[in-house]
């Protein structure tokens, strides 16, 4: 956490943090939001089209009360609402594509779909019923034209992809560590171009295919990557165990590093003023990196 600092002749000042991606610069602000106590962990976050913050917060379904799972933020942090605790089980990732929220329940085998007020308005895959089609999945993406993509890491080493209706169109990958092949797919983001990259995490790699999954190239240089998103310029955010937040380009040119967190976010997303959002599981908080004018 930032602390004061005593200076000479006994003032204080307030700690800063500044990193860098490439040529922007970004004020570390954490804890970011009013979140409520309980345990509950953040687990993710993601910005809608109107700039509210959604996030995402996990529980083990057996033992933890049904506290909310999805804390929705305004713009400065304040929170609007706060519901799931009576239909979401594993909280794991959520994205936000349009007017819904698509919140993956990983040991629950499915992908919930929300209004961002909370409202489900339906589901892909059989509650918990394994293998129809998901094996615990991990995370969500949409490509521009509607169609959706899950990655079924932790018991499946599979990519889904479906109409944006829910109806299934193709899968693909297999347990390993060659192309094409995943040890925990974990994480899924669709770049304009409609080009699919996979967060391979204990593989320490990302993998690129193409929209019906052809396999295009591997992207190296992570250690146990965990989270992507994208901007509207196709440029790529990743986070991972070292903890480090990478930015690529479209092609995959490494563009900046920086050490944001203190253990790793397992979740990222950003807004239209290039704010970017950490979701730290541990401690568990929302770190806000806010970009500064050069």
Sequence with gaps: ?????????????????????????????????????????????????TGQIHVLLRFDPLIDPSEPRVVTLDAAGQPLSAW??????????LTA??????IVDRDAHQVIICR???????????????????NHPTDVAACPKGTLYVSDGYANARIHRFRPSGEPLASWGTLGDGPGQFMNPHAIWVLPDGRVVVVDRENDRLQVFSPDGAWIAIWAGFRRPLAIWGDAQGRLYVTDAV??????????????????????????????????FLAEGNPSRVTCLVPLSS
Excluded at 21 to 49: C, H, K, M, T, W
Excluded at 84 to 93: L, P, Q, R, V
Excluded at 246 to 268: F, M, Q, T
């Design 84 to 93: 799931g605790g009576d239909f979401i089980a594993d909280s794991h990732m």
């Design 1 to 49: 956490m930032e602390t004061d600092a005593t200076v000479a002749g006994g003032s204080s000042v307030k700690g800063q943090l500044v990193v860098a991606l490439g040529a922007q610069r970004y004020r570390v602000e954490r804890p970011f939001g009013a979140l409520p106590g309980g345990r509950g962990r953040v687990s993710d976050v993601a910005v809608d089209a």
């Design 243 to 276: 903890p480090s937040l990478s930015l690529l380009s479209p092609e995959g040119a490494l563009l900046g590093r920086c050490r944001p967190v203190l253990n790793g976010a397992h979740g990222i997303s950003g807004d239209e003023t290039g704010r970017l």
């Design 97 to 102: 594509v349009g007017d819904r929220l698509l």
């Design 116 to 134: 961002i007020n909370g409202q489900q308005i339906g589901s892909i895959g059989e509650r918990h019923q394994p293998h129809a089609p998901f």
